[in-house]
């Protein structure tokens, strides 16, 4: 049978102490990442290796010169670095692994993108369920209130921000403007977050000086959402000299704004969704019936905003933010009577926008495919209904790269393995060939979104 265990957070408990000194021939392992070159990711860091090894658990590393940190600090951790993880019953990993590398009877964890069905990965499945394969699916590891407990969310909004700051900096270039945005550099370029904080520093200190062209008016923007995804965005924006405002008062500050400073509003759902009928938002009502609600971001925010951060999980049944239609109507030139072939107005207001949520076709319906990280921008021509991959042309600029964290990989590494490490204890003792009702799983690892196991 396959078990597809729902997430969840709990503080460890007496009995979960109890079990670091009851599994000493338990063997754990930490597979190697190849769903792609740039997955440089590990599930745990050697400081959490560490604390296994010492309470006796053996710890396999399967070796990849790929990999973020470097082996040799997860040895020195007490790990063993070993190709063949045969000998372990708990098998860990960040993304998905190859069907023919799956071995039969074992408990996996990673998150396996199918809770949506996406149909890439349903064939990986299959295997599992053949290979009678235990999956812990990070993805749905949820505390009480539904939120997700073991998640990269945190980082994909770092990483997400500090790259549409720089695609900011092309973008005004391509349109005849030098800004400080153009010496923040992608993601990845940087050795740690520290050193991309420094140049989003010292972006923000020309900022400060009244140094930017003031033919492009005061630069917006608008986060949407207000979880991990988006506060990770805010906290990269928040080391240039921001103003924090009102949805309804960023009209007014992209107009007449200091520009020492960058302005931005983080919408909640009460700001831009009402009743269709009446226009009206009732937050209890829109749980249970979303598809009575539309959404007036179009006209109420977006038009006022630079630079869009959509960081909302997006359902078929709730309203959409953006569609072709707006994002025509955004596109359309204001006149300038200031304008100058040297200092040139812009085309609309609406530069860019970076979906961290990556649902292509979900609340930005345009953003049919994710950009990737060799690949990050690209201009959407509402007009023509496509994409090319320039910074330059007609068009809004868009990022949605879909494994933003993997930009950070020491960092979210650290980050992760600190949510992941309370639950390790209960796995290590999974056995994938008994029943999942005669494991001693929290409800937050055993529970099941669609029914126990699948036979």
């Known amino acids: 049978s396959l078990q597809i265990h729902k997430r969840g957070r709990r503080t460890p408990s007496c009995l979960s102490n109890q079990r670091r000194h009851e599994h000493h021939q338990a063997v754990m392992a930490i597979r190697r990442e190849d769903v792609n070159p740039w997955e440089r990711r590990a599930p745990l860091a050697p400081k959490h290796v560490k604390e296994l090894t010492t309470a006796g658990v053996k710890v396999l590393l399967q070796p990849s010169n790929r990999r973020a ?42 998150f396996s993108h199918t809770i949506k069905a996406q149909e890439p990965n349903m064939g990986l499945l299959d295997d599992l369920l053949k290979k009678e394969v235990r999956l812990i699916d990070y993805e749905k590891m949820v505390d009480a209130n539904g939120f997700r407990i073991v998640a990269f969310g945190h980082w994909a909004g770092i990483a997400g921000m500090i790259n549409i700051l720089h695609g900011l900096g092309l973008r005004f270039l391509a349109l005849g403007h030098h800004t400080p945005f153009m010496h923040i550099g992608m993601a990845h370029n940087y050795r740690n977050v520290s050193q991309a904080i420094q140049a989003v520093r010292d972006c923000g200190y020309v900022v400060s000086m009244g140094l930017m062209p003031k033919s492009i008016g005061p630069v917006t923007f608008c ?59 009732d937050p209890m009502e829109y749980e249970d019936h979303p598809e009575l609600y539309t959404s007036h971001f179009r006209t109420s925010v977006a038009p006022y905003t630079t630079c869009l951060i959509n960081g909302i999980y997006w359902d078929p049944q709730t309203p959409r933010l953006l569609r072709r239609l707006d994002a025509q109507k955004l596109m359309r030139p204001k006149p300038s009577l200031t304008a100058t072939e040297g200092s040139p107005a812009l085309p609309h207001k609406l530069l860019a926008i970076c979906d961290i949520s990556a649902d292509t076709g979900g609340s930005i319906d345009f953003m049919n495919e994710c950009t990737t990280i060799d690949k990050p921008f690209c201009m959407y021509d509402a007009d023509q209904h496509i994409d090319h991959d320039s910074v330059e042309g007609n068009g809004i600029l868009m990022c949605s790269i879909d494994n933003l964290p993997a930009q950070l990989p020491i960092g979210a590494t650290e980050y992760f393995g600190d949510r992941l490490f309370p639950y390790l204890w209960e796995m290590l ?27």
Do not use: W
């Open 223 to 281: 986060f949407t959402g207000t979880g991990n995804v988006s506060k990770g965005a805010q906290d990269i924006l928040n080391e240039l000299p921001v103003e924090y405002v009102e949805p309804h008062e960023l009209k007014d500050v992209s107009e007449t704004g200091d520009m020492t400073k960058v302005y931005a509003t983080v919408l909640s759902r009460h700001h831009h969704l009402m009743r269709k009928s009446d226009g009206i938002y």
């Open 69 to 110: 940190i470097h082996e040799k600090d997860y040895m020195r951790a007490g790990a063993v670095l070993q190709e063949d993880l045969s000998e372990a019953s708990l098998i860990l990993g960040v993304k998905r692994p190859p069907e023919e590398k799956v071995i039969p009877r074992k408990t996996y964890a990673f």
């Open 429 to 455: 003792p999974s056995d994938g060939t008994r029943a999942l009702d005669e494991e001693d799983f929290s409800p937050q690892v055993r529970d099941v979104n669609f029914g126990c196991s699948v036979t």
